[in-house]
């Protein structure tokens, strides 16, 4: 099988019918970059910053934050790399901090929240990223948003950023995308209000699900709980899918579900042409995908989740069999 998927590394995800689909590496060290080639990566679709801060016993200087986004773009050679703004707090404690603890974590002071709470840090880190593009492009996305107007103010703050190394340095980046994740199901119902200000929005499956399904992904008796191969979970993905269309917004989807074939099958079939997971998914989707009739597949799926059987995972199995996948 690993024969296999190295076979398919350097092939286009392209479905039979023609669509392509961008697979993209979930990284936050900078040796998972070097997995970027041997995994025949487009680039870094979701690159967690916090990771280096959640190994340092002080907070990382913004010169150590430069060089490492610097590395990261350096051996991304071109390829776009999405940096996720630190995503602190929750179940990312940092030592350093001395946080309080919470009775809800999940749901507390962490994310965009613990962000824009301590401008210090945030504005710092921007600055870093800002620094460590140079005049290559850069892109950047907030993590938990709820409100439009996180969005907004964290994007006002990189902006700013971006001015201040106009003057100091005269150099700024070629181009400046700034996303946002939808992790929250607030968020998925205030697009109307993000259409136009945000240049993508990427579906963090892990903490959307959680609380869709009001399931704490860390708990290990309610985490199985929460499936995203479910009528409910996906419907309410389609939902977010014909938003973003309708309002004219670049979707894709990052955390642990888009990684499984099956998942990432149910996501293409929604209308989402990017997706970004760990390395060793990345070989098992494109063979997936290689092997996907998209246009006689959807209708079939979507009949399916209008009018679903019992066991929905099964029948879902099923008809991806019935259709060679
Ligand atoms: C997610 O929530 O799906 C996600 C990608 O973010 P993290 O897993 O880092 O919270
Ligand atoms: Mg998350």
Redesign the pocket.
Known sequence: RQAAYAALKDLPARTKDGTDVSLMLNAGLELDLDMMKQAGADGVGLFRTEFQFLVSESLPRVNDQIELYKTVLDKAEGKPVVFRTV?LGGDKVLPALNLQREENPALGWR?IRFALDHKGLFRRQLRALVRAAGDRPLTVMF??VTVVSEFEEARDLLMKEVEWSAQRTGRTPAKVEVGV?L?TPALAYGLKELAGKASFLSV?T???MQFFFAADRMTPHVSERYDLVSPSGLRFLKEVSDSCKTHGIRMSAC?EATGTPLSALCFVALGFTALSMSAGSIGPVKQMIRSLDLQAFQPDFLAALDAPEQDFRNQVLALAADHGI
């Open positions: 995503d994310s993590p938990m994740m992790e963090g892990n903490d959307l955390g």
